[in-house]
């Protein structure tokens, strides 16, 4: 039987070994950021919620934000067999207003400044990223299943998208944006 | 187009099954905006509402309000919460029945509306603490309220509010002004004719009419900026979003006359995340009540 949906909520960070499905619901700026090594088959995701943490941060609140987020998210895959060198990513959400008012919304733009910090932070520890789908101004709902490797994409709009198999080699979707 | 004859009056004449609030909710919000009303007089009211008494009283003993002891009388609670909390209380527990209902047109799946209000509602309050320019919970009142035009505008939308969003995105038009242009009224002038009809504060009235549009007011009501940024975090937070997601304009003039910098908005978002869960867990009480 299926394993039961574990939904990752705001600032959580959620990992498995073995089967496991992880969803976040209706991400609005928010990015959920997959991460899969598939020699230690070791899964997880997160639920990032803000680019930058404060210079004193709580340490039970490092998911919510992405430069804190990615160091404890490694530590946990690590602590169940994974090495950062063979992990796969793939992460959506970053979603924003269609327009501001000034039409200078850089610093408010917080979808866009979470899907960059989301980024630079995976590029700072070399991982690999399959795919992303950041931006617009639609919410998504995003489903996990580790088992066949399908990150999947829902959106009320355009409906579902696979946006990539983490598992077979992390090959982008054809069909993905 | 057929559509464009319609007016707000007809609309909502033509809707069945309106929202709508019980005669004590509606004399609760009328006595606390008088200053001659007691913690007796807001209680007597309440009182005469079993089902509402029992879910305020249960509300205002829940942890979230963290009292050091036990509320027992509707008179304890406005004395110890104070009456625009109590007033809230009300209008949570009133309205939450007709919220948590699907709503069509906007493709807003059961409970979404609520969880849309109810982030608006907290947001506003956030920002209203947070600028001082506004009475928290007058700010509540109004965010909780802002999309209760939606209700009645879904009818006009069901089965083409997705065509109304790709339009809406061709020609760069927010979702609000989509809808003026195609009814010739959008939810929130709609949502001003209900708030009127139950007595709304103006405030509030005024709130639920410009959350989309506030630098179009005439003259300043800092609720209204604080809603129209409340609607923003909520959204961005992805809370209730429907079809027409984020298809909206945040007016970043709100901030200035809020004296809020965007420096400021990371750290407005982090309370706001960490308040709406707590607050959430409050209210999900109401289910059980």
């Known amino acids: ?177 | 187009m057929s559509e464009s004859r319609l007016t707000v009056e007809s609309l909502v004449s033509s809707i069945s099954d309106l929202p709508s609030l019980p005669q004590a909710a509606l004399r609760v919000i009328e006595l606390t905006d008088n200053s001659a009303s007691t913690a007796l007089t807001i209680a007597s009211v309440l009182a005469q509402d079993q089902a509402l008494a029992v879910k305020v009283l249960r509300l205002a003993n829940s942890a979230y309000y963290g009292l050091s002891r036990k509320v027992s009388t509707l008179q304890d609670a406005v004395v110890v919460l104070g009456m625009r909390t109590v007033r809230n209380l009300a209008l949570v527990a009133s309205s939450y029945p007709w919220m948590v209902k699907p709503v069509a047109g906007y493709d807003l799946g059961p409970k979404q509306l609520f969880c849309h209000s109810f982030g608006v509602a907290t947001g506003a309050q956030l920002v209203a603490r947070y600028c001082r320019f506004a009475n928290p919970d007058e700010a509540f009142t109004a965010g909780l309220m802002c999309d209760i035009g939606k209700i009645a505008m879904s009818s006009c939308l069901e089965g083409s509010v997705h065509r109304i969003v790709e339009a809406a995105q061709n020609f760069c038009l927010s979702f609000d002004l989509a809808e003026r242009q195609l009814f010739g009224f959008d939810h929130a002038e709609v949502g001003e004719y209900l708030a009127r009809s139950w007595n709304f504060p103006a405030q509030a009235i005024e709130a639920i009419r410009y959350h989309h549009a506030p630098q179009t007011i005439q003259k300043w009501n800092p609720i209204v900026d604080c809603v129209h940024v409340g609607d923003y975090l909520t959204s961005i937070m992805g809370f209730g979003l429907g079809a027409d997601g984020m298809q909206y304009i945040f007016d970043d003039s709100t901030l200035e006359r809020l004296s809020m910098k965007a420096e400021d908005l990371d750290q407005v978002v982090n309370e706001f995340v960490e308040q709406y869960e707590a607050y959430e867990r409050n209210f999900e009480e109401l289910q059980a009540a």
């Open chain 1, 1 to 177: 039987m299926a394993a039961p949906p574990i939904s990752v909520g705001m600032s959580q960070i959620h990992v498995a070994k073995g089967p496991a499905v992880f969803q976040c619901l209706g991400l609005g700026s928010c990015i959920g950021l997959a991460l899969f090594d598939p020699r230690a088959d070791v899964a997880g995701m997160a639920h990032i919620v803000l680019p930058e943490a404060p210079e004193v941060l709580d340490p039970t609140q490092a998911g919510k934000y992405a430069n804190s987020c990615l160091p404890e998210f490694l530590k946990l895959l690590q602590a169940l067999g994974a090495e950062p060198r063979r992990i796969l990513a793939a992460y959506s959400g970053g979603a924003q207003v269609f327009k501001f008012g000034s039409g200078e919304g850089s610093k408010l733009d917080i979808g866009g400044r979470n899907a960059a910090a989301v980024e630079a932070v995976l590029a700072q520890h070399r991982l690999t990223v399959v795919a992303k789908d950041v931006g617009g101004t639609k919410g998504r709902t995003v489903v996990y299943t580790t088992e066949t490797g399908i990150y999947r994409i829902k959106t009320l709009a355009t409906g579902e998208k696979d946006l990539c198999n983490l598992r077979e080699g992390g090959s982008a979707c054809p069909k993905a944006a």
